[in-house]
């Protein structure tokens, strides 16, 4: 098993949509970015790649690539999903913090969790969502911007893996018996 953790915060603002784990919520300001700038599908995006060893999201989806314009961020957690598959990883459990002044997300939370569990293939007991506000001080508390921490734990899927892990475990037992 492995674990991974992940941030994100978007600069809010007029006549932008504001899409939160890939629910749609309704807001006169919504988050400003490359993509559509889900601040939560990015931070989720980012701990899976961390927990993977497979670096992060601006590496994996550049900002300055013409094909991310607008992007519909579940396109770069599906991937990301997908190369954790092709690496012998799938996700376990995932819990996600959003850091929001405005819109109250307390209403929202429950689409949140059950959109993510759905992109992630996972059941709703293993998606859990928080929202924090900001307690009315720094970037988040002026509703300047919303952010997100997210923390996920990966399993290995298959064979290939699970020898892989034994592989290592031996090499370090060898190692070991070398120092000795
Ligand atoms: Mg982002």
């Known amino acids: 098993m492995r674990v991974g953790i992940g941030h994100d915060t978007h ?3 007029e006549g932008r949509p504001l899409l939160l784990g890939g629910v749609r919520v309704d807001s006169p300001r919504g988050l400003v970015g490359h993509s559509d700038a889900d601040v939560v599908l990015h931070a989720v995006t980012d701990a899976l790649l961390g927990a993977a060893g497979l670096g992060d ?27 954790l598959r092709q690496a012998g990883w799938r996700p376990v ?7 929001a002044q405005e819109p109250r997300l307390g ?3 429950a ?8 992109l992630m293939g996972l059941s709703p007991e293993a998606v859990n969502v928080k929202a924090k ?13 919303i952010a997100c921490q997210a923390v996920v734990l990966i399993e290995r ?14 090499s370090e037992v060898g190692g070991g018996q070398a120092l000795e």
């Open 107 to 109: 209403p929202i939370k």
């Open 93 to 99: 459990n995932i819990d996600v913090i959003v850091f």
């Open 111 to 118: 689409a949140i969790r059950a959109n993510l569990a759905t």
């Open 133 to 145: 506000t900001g307690e009315r001080v720094g970037h988040i508390g002026r509703s300047e911007a």
């Open 11 to 13: 600069r809010l603002a």
């Open 57 to 83: 999201i601006g590496e994996a989806y550049p900002d300055t690539d013409p094909a991310w314009h607008n992007a519909d961020s579940a396109v770069f957690l599906r991937e990301t999903l997908s190369r």
């Open 157 to 170: 899927t298959e064979d290939r893996g699970q020898t892989s892990e034994v592989r290592g475990q031996r």
